[in-house]
């Protein structure tokens, strides 16, 4: 189906004997056409389809019209259309992206800090490229579209009348003026329509929230499975290949193995204001927290933070085992789950909630009033919030995971991580973390030494580099699209065939030569090629061989 | 300046000059032209521009040869049909044909062209018989370039595609899968050739969109296909015809006289004859019409058509003549010389027996094995024996035969009153399946066709993605399909905007309607199910929720 408007090749339309032709004058090829078709070359490069539709619907019926539509798409586009339009960014360009609105529709289910992290995400990106979000009215008060105005982020829902859901002149919109769509929902199929009928480069964002968990490995797995050669899913951590790492399954591991390869690459962090993340007065930080939890008694006693990992129930035990271990010692934890009343709470356990995103307003001062925060990283954590306590010169205590990279660590003291080895589930070293909490609270020269660490790897960080990082990744996707030709694959058909031999009927599939040359499976790979990704078509197949060497083998031979 | 060749579908561009001459040449000679041009152009430029337009000439641009003539035939109230793999040279030479099944699509094409007209792939492009063109059309085009080939059709305005099943399975595919046009196929031969004819007729039943069709002249086919596919509803039945006025009783005596002429024995004017005319090779029964004349040493046993048996039966019972193979004018005056027409075959192939039906409309009782479409075309105007069909073929037999039983049948036919009267009504039988009336069923079905076509309805192409799907309760991961909920207009049909989820299966079937028929779609769900009826029920299911959508 073709899609409309389009600019027309130089071709002359006309009628001889009540039939109709296109003579195109730069080929020199003629083309009988219908007179539907006729109509359609007449408006096809100021109208979209529907507006096409509309057009001739007192002419013809709609059936007709989809046809000629879809005979132009199918036989004739290049005959007579010019090329849709590349996307290669020139340098002096600045790119356009386009943001669907399933980042604000799920908002409520985000944390506050992811929530915050999109904002300051928008904003930086705002800085560097021409930013067109997807926003129903209803989705936002006045002050905050007011707000992301100043920013100059722009509203698509100002360009068309109606947003409510991929209509012919949005899409016409991204594929005609956007060079990227970035997926910010964290519902893992609110966008996968956009990976079909445009040729615009995803972008696909996985956080590291801990309250998404099945929601992000699957988001993860679906948008990887429709991504083509020019997509990208982008984690804002390597947290989640720790966390496919917990899910016994082949798919997943390859996956985890992809995702450990473009570390570095496709991993884009978040970033931190350290304008407003800088170490705070300690005392008056104690003071201020001692406040927050209404306990003053605490403020005897050395403060150490606790940014919960993803499944903070499995860190209670921990949390306990530390409290018990060290009673001169208040834990504050980060943390709006464990806090709930049926928790039994340790008397030095005190947990701090981040619900609103305008509680994270006081997050400089509670970080600053820890002595040193543990990360028990085992299956991640809320990036921003170590960047964040590392930003206001807190140092860390973390567990060795893919949840931390490197310059990370080299700001925190690090606890080996291991597994349970009948489980595989990792384990933490609640004895191992005690003991490297009495070193830090013994030395307070090694804390010191590593609060400066801390402040100078925060300043790697800034928003402004993660948005730098999205334009060279999107300029990247585009300049990979213009290159990679889709293969065209001829059709295959199917049919059953009588087996002689064993006097049964069985299904084989046919090149156009007419031969049962090829298993249903291989049939099967070829047709599904044509309108979906090799990770979809290696899926099916693993479903049906139920051999995932088999699929692979059937697939390596089909692709280029 | 552009010339536009309608014809040839090219562009060629031309100065002023060329211009003007193109236009005036269909008025004026080469001098006059000239002459005419003079006043604005030199000679030389004049002579220079006809060159170049004698070179588009040469590349059949622009001008068309003078000695052919538009294969467009304007009237508007006859069907038009394109018929593929007919041949010219039948038109020019019909005694050039000699398998039954082109016989028949012979004659299907010539009595077509009555009510319809009849276009086949030609050389040349001109009309060769009333009703009958050939157009510059052929497979092979389609194979290169589906869009040219297309738009030639349209050109001629064709309303469907006949078209004959062979055993190569190649040949009709590509227009299944490129031309938007009803087909109809007639299947002569529905099994044989080790399998592959049923492999064919398979492939292009799975092929069949709802306003495609498959014919074939006896109820056989379809009785025997519905072992093989749930749906017969596609399998029509229109029976060959014969030409009565060709195909009719002579004075026997005179007939036999002869024949006696042809090989030279006296026996055939003394003895009551029993005639076979087909290829004499063991699927069509020749062993068993041997075996009948060593029963029956008091009768004649006359054989023609093309004799196939292996050298060691050259020694044939002294009372069985071969009687040659002779050109098809003179079969009429074969069957007149037969006294009973005894047809064994057991043939895979068999489906109806265009020689029987001959040999009826000459007067000539036959007996026939109940097999396949035999029954069909002798009706109660013969006498039909027992047969057993295999339960699957062996090489290219499908059934067995007694001898005894024949032996009995045409006994009953040795009494004389029995005889005349049955060839009587063997002939009353036969004119009645004319090939006029095979002619019009055809037109008919066309039509039905047609309207079948006209009235489809545009299912939606839903998009569909398959991925998998983490279940963190069982910690595992699932193959899902996600009906996206979006048409290739963007539209999205149904409530839910973020997709819903389906089984692999049903995904499966969802993408692939979108390129593939019904049927096709159903094989495929066979193979993974390895069950036809949960194939079924997916199919079913899928198809009538695009239908709710359509």
């Given at each position: 189906m073709i899609r409309l408007p389009r600019t027309l090749q130089k071709i002359y339309t006309f009628e001889k004997d009540n039939v109709w032709y296109v003579a195109n004058l730069q080929t020199g090829d003629v083309l009988q056409i219908d007179s539907v078709t006729a109509d359609i070359l007449a408006l096809c490069d100021t109208y979209d389809n529907t507006g096409v539709i509309e057009k001739l619907g007192p002419k013809y019926s709609e059936g007709q019209i989809l046809e000629s539509l879809k005979a132009l798409g199918d036989d004739v586009e290049t005959l007579l259309f010019e090329p849709e339009q590349n996307s290669v960014l020139t340098t002096k360009e600045k790119l356009r992206i386009f943001i669907p609105h399933g980042f604000m529709r799920y908002k409520e289910i985000l944390s506050p800090t992811t929530n915050v992290g999109i904002y300051n995400l928008l904003a930086a990106l705002a800085r560097y490229a021409e930013v067109f979000v997807e926003i129903d009215n209803d989705d936002l008060a006045k002050e905050q579209r007011d707000q992301l105005t100043a920013l100059g982020i722009q509203f698509v829902s100002d360009l068309f009348e109606s947003t409510a859901s991929l209509t012919h002149a949005l899409n016409r919109f991204i594929v005609d003026d956007c060079h990227g769509i970035l997926a910010l929902s964290p519902h893992p199929y609110e966008e996968l329509n956009y990976f079909r009928h445009n040729t615009v480069p995803i972008v696909s964002r996985i956080y590291s929230d801990r309250n998404l968990r099945e929601s992000t490995i699957n988001k993860l797995l679906s948008h990887q499975a429709l991504c083509r050669t020019f997509d990208g899913v982008c984690p804002d951590t390597p947290w989640i290949a720790d966390e496919l790492s917990l899910i016994k399954d082949r798919r997943t591991n390859s996956l985890r193995s992809n995702l450990s390869r473009i570390e570095g690459g496709h991993t884009i962090s978040n970033g931190v204001d350290t304008s407003v993340y800088s170490p705070q007065n300690r005392q008056e930080a104690r003071e201020a927290v001692a406040s927050i939890v209404e306990e003053n008694s605490?403020?005897?006693?050395?403060?150490?933070?606790?940014?919960?990992?993803?499944?903070?129930?499995?860190?209670?035990?921990?949390?306990?085992?530390?409290?018990?271990?060290?009673?001169?010692?208040?834990?504050?934890?980060?943390?709006?789950?464990?806090?709930?009343?049926?928790?039994?709470?340790?008397?030095?356990?005190?947990?701090?909630?981040?619900?609103?995103?305008?509680?994270?307003?006081?997050?400089?001062?509670?970080?600053?009033a820890c002595e040193f925060i543990v990360f028990p990283t085992v299956i991640g954590t809320s990036f921003s919030m170590v960047l964040e306590?590392?930003?206001?010169?807190?140092?860390?205590?973390?567990?060795?995971?893919?949840?931390?990279?490197?310059?990370?660590?080299?700001?925190?003291?690090?606890?080996?991580?291991?597994?349970?080895?009948?489980?595989?589930?990792?384990?933490?070293?609640?004895?191992?973390?005690?003991?490297?909490?009495?070193?830090?609270?013994?030395?307070?020269?090694?804390?010191?030494?590593?609060?400066?660490?801390?402040?100078?790897?925060?300043?790697n960080y800034s928003w402004d580099k993660t948005a730098q990082r999205f334009v060279a990744l999107f300029t990247e996707l585009n300049t990979k699209k213009a290159e990679d030709a889709i293969p065209k694959y001829p059709d295959v058909a199917f049919a059953p065939y009588y087996d002689k031999g064993q006097n049964t009927v069985r299904t084989g599939a046919t090149q156009p030569d007419g031969f049962f040359k090829q298993r249903v499976e291989e049939g099967l790979a070829q047709t599904l090629l044509s309108n979906h990704t090799p990770e979809e078509v290696r899926m099916v197949l693993q479903y049906l061989l139920q051999d995932a060497g088999k699929a692979d083998r059937i697939l390596s031979t089909l692709l280029p | 300046m552009f010339i536009a060749d309608l014809d040839r579908f090219r562009l060629v561009e031309v100065n002023q000059i060329a211009w003007e001459v193109v236009e005036l040449s269909s008025v004026l000679e080469t001098e006059e032209l000239i002459a005419h041009l003079n006043q604005t152009y030199s000679k030389e430029l004049v002579l220079e521009t006809l060159k170049l337009l004698a070179d588009f000439q040469d590349n059949r641009l622009i001008f068309c040869p003078p000695s052919q003539t538009s294969p467009l035939v304007q009237d508007e109230n006859r069907l038009r049909i394109y018929v593929p793999q007919g041949k010219e040279a039948w038109f020019a030479d019909p005694e050039s044909i000699s398998t039954g099944t082109n016989i028949a699509l012979y004659h299907t094409a010539r009595s077509l062209s009555k009510f319809a007209n009849i276009y086949l792939s030609g050389e040349t492009e001109g009309e060769i018989a009333p009703g009958i063109h050939t157009v510059g059309l052929s497979g092979n085009e389609l194979l290169e370039s589906p869009r040219r080939f297309n738009q030639k059709l349209s050109r001629l305005e064709v309303n469907g595609i006949l078209a004959y099943q062979n055993h190569r399975t190649s040949e009709l595919l590509p227009f299944f899968c490129n031309v938007n046009l009803p087909i109809v196929v007639q299947n002569h031969a529905p099994r044989g050739h080790a399998g592959q004819a049923i492999n064919t007729t398979l492939l292009h039943h799975a092929l069949m969109r709802p306003f495609d069709a498959l014919t074939s002249p006896s109820d056989s086919v379809a009785k025997f296909y519905s072992k093989f596919v749930s749906d017969t509803r596609q399998f029509h039945t229109n029976p060959n015809g014969v030409d009565a006025e060709i195909f009719k009783p002579m004075n026997k005596s005179e007939a036999k006289a002869a024949i006696t002429e042809i090989v030279q024995d006296k026996r055939i004017e003394e003895k009551l004859t029993v005639g076979f005319l087909s290829r004499f090779q063991p699927e069509k029964g020749a062993h068993i019409f041997i075996q009948l004349a060593e029963m029956h040493p008091e009768l004649l046993f006359l054989v023609g058509g093309r004799f196939?048996?292996?050298?060691?039966?050259?020694?044939?019972?002294?009372?069985?003549?071969?009687?040659?193979?002779?050109?098809?004018?003179?079969?009429?005056?074969?069957?007149?010389?037969?006294?009973?027409?005894?047809?064994?075959?057991?043939?895979?192939?068999?489906?109806?027996?265009?020689?029987?039906?001959?040999?009826?409309?000459?007067?000539?009782?036959?007996?026939?094995?109940?097999?396949?479409?035999?029954?069909?075309?002798?009706?109660?105007?013969?006498?039909?024996?027992?047969?057993?069909?295999?339960?699957?073929?062996?090489?290219?037999?499908?059934?067995?035969?007694?001898?005894?039983?024949?032996?009995?049948?045409?006994?009953?036919?040795?009494?004389?009153?029995?005889?005349?009267?049955?060839?009587?009504?063997?002939?009353?039988?036969?004119?009645?399946?004319?090939?006029?009336?095979?002619?019009?069923?055809?037109?008919?079905?066309?039509?039905?066709?047609?309207?079948?076509?006209?009235?489809?309805?545009?299912?939606?192409?839903?998009?569909?993605?398959?991925?998998?799907?983490?279940?963190?309760?069982?910690?595992?991961?699932?193959?899902?399909?996600?009906?996206?909920n979006l048409t290739a207009f963007l539209e999205a049909p149904l409530q839910l905007k973020r997709g819903y989820i389906q089984t692999i299966e049903e995904g499966l079937a969802l993408t692939l309607l979108k390129r593939h028929t019904p049927r096709q779609v159903e094989a495929v769900l066979t193979h993974i199910f390895n069950d036809t009826s949960e194939a079924a029920k997916v199919i079913e299911r899928v198809q009538n929720f695009l239908n709710t959508l359509a």
């Open positions: 605490i403020l005897d006693s050395p403060f150490v933070g606790i940014l919960n990992g993803f499944e903070p129930q499995n860190s209670l035990g921990m949390i306990t085992g530390l409290a018990n271990l060290h009673k001169d010692v208040v834990f504050i934890v980060f943390d709006s789950i464990l806090g709930q009343e049926h928790y039994q709470r340790p008397r030095n356990v005190f947990y701090i909630d981040i619900k609103q995103p305008e509680d994270t307003v006081a997050l400089p001062w509670v970080y600053s306590a590392l930003a206001c010169g807190v140092p860390g205590l973390a567990l060795i995971s893919t949840a931390l990279t490197k310059e990370l660590t080299a700001a925190t003291l690090s606890v080996p991580l291991t597994r349970d080895e009948t489980t595989g589930k990792f384990v933490i070293p609640t004895a191992i973390i005690s003991e490297q909490i009495n070193k830090l609270l013994g030395n307070p020269e090694l804390r010191e030494t590593l609060s400066t660490k801390a402040r100078q790897v925060a300043e | 196939l048996l292996r050298p060691s039966f050259q020694q044939l019972p002294d009372n069985l003549i071969y009687v040659g193979f002779l050109p098809r004018k003179q079969l009429p005056t074969l069957y007149n010389a037969f006294d009973i027409y005894c047809f064994p075959s057991m043939a895979a192939e068999e489906t109806f027996g265009l020689t029987l039906l001959e040999a009826m409309a000459c007067g000539v009782p036959p007996v026939v094995p109940r097999f396949d479409g035999l029954p069909d075309v002798v009706g109660d105007a013969g006498v039909i024996v027992s047969a057993d069909e295999f339960s699957e073929d062996m090489a290219g037999l499908a059934a067995y035969v007694s001898p005894a039983e024949l032996s009995k049948g045409i006994t009953a036919l040795l009494e004389k009153g029995v005889r005349h009267e049955l060839g009587q009504k063997a002939r009353d039988r036969a004119v009645t399946f004319t090939w006029d009336n095979n002619a019009k069923r055809l037109i008919q079905l066309f039509k039905e066709l047609n309207q079948i076509k006209e009235n489809q309805r545009t299912l939606p192409d839903l998009s569909v993605a398959f991925v998998p799907h983490f279940d963190a309760f069982q910690n595992q991961v699932e193959n899902r399909a996600l009906l996206l």
